[in-house]
């Protein structure tokens, strides 16, 4: 009768490891790293409610869609991962993605505390336009990246996720975290773009953009509609000449015929990617180069990635591009716009 009864028991336990183990198999992993990290998830596709994962205030961002119309609310860590799968390429090394996490949240943060921004509708944030960051939803990059989805929307949350909670202060509050592509080897103070005087927005060198494809372009126009652009006259022995230029090496003043315009107000007019530029009469065609693709002020993102390439970190790069800031917890800035806290969910 032992004997009986003991095979039973095994057949048993036999039994119920064989109903087990297929569940045990395909149980999904949660968590997250002690680094910000996000669990190794590589051999399954990327979950579309990967911000459960991470700590503190869960925050919305109202987003004013432009082709729709629409104002959309995104939570603020996903927001983070449509700008920054929009303005940076995901094959960027991790830590200028993650780098341009922290500008980017950072700057929505500000736009957050500072209220209604004039030329959205009521209720909206920021915009999905250049005007703010340009921002993009999931549904948008699945159709741009097509099969590159899964590696490039999961190395840009791993990004997203390793600066979770963090933003960029000076003295205390944060900063206006301004980005753009390539530089001309420097960046701009930003009273030199702007009117406004940012004591962390300061020119520093940018060795690494010459490495960016849109580090130099050539732009060319006939000689009228380089005239009617400007309203100026050239003639011949006289198609203008720089008179000054910024610290950060751009065209603070020039001078063509009678006319003085600002370097800003030249590249604006042309449309040219940058304003650091020299022109060159070729019969009847004037041939502007640039250097550069941007404002110059603040971040560079191809100077960002070539600093990492050498090994730097984010925090390296940050503080690189922002003169005397510190990189600080966001929480004190969002508690009162937060919709819940994801520590009260169990």
Known sequence: MKDWKSIVVVLTVVSLLILLIPTLLVLPSFGQKASGELADDSTNEPTEDWTAQLDGPVVEVAVYRTASEEIEKHQLEEYIVGVVASEMPADFEMEALKAQSLSARTYVVRQLMQGQTEGLPSGANVSDTVSHQVFKDLDDLKKQWGEDYDWKIKKIRQAVAETAGQVIT????????SFFSTSNGYTENSEDYWQNDFPYLRSVESPWDTESPKYSQEKTFSVQEFQTKLGVTISSDNIGTIVS????????TVKIGEKTLSGREVRELLELPSSDFTWTLKGKEIVVTTKGYGHGVGMSQYGANGMAKQGKTYEEIIKHYYKGVTISPADPFLKQYMVWDRGDRF
Do not use: M
């Open 170 to 177: 000076y003295d205390g509050k944060p900063i206006e975290a």
């Open 245 to 252: 230029r910024t610290k950060g090496q751009r065209v603070e």
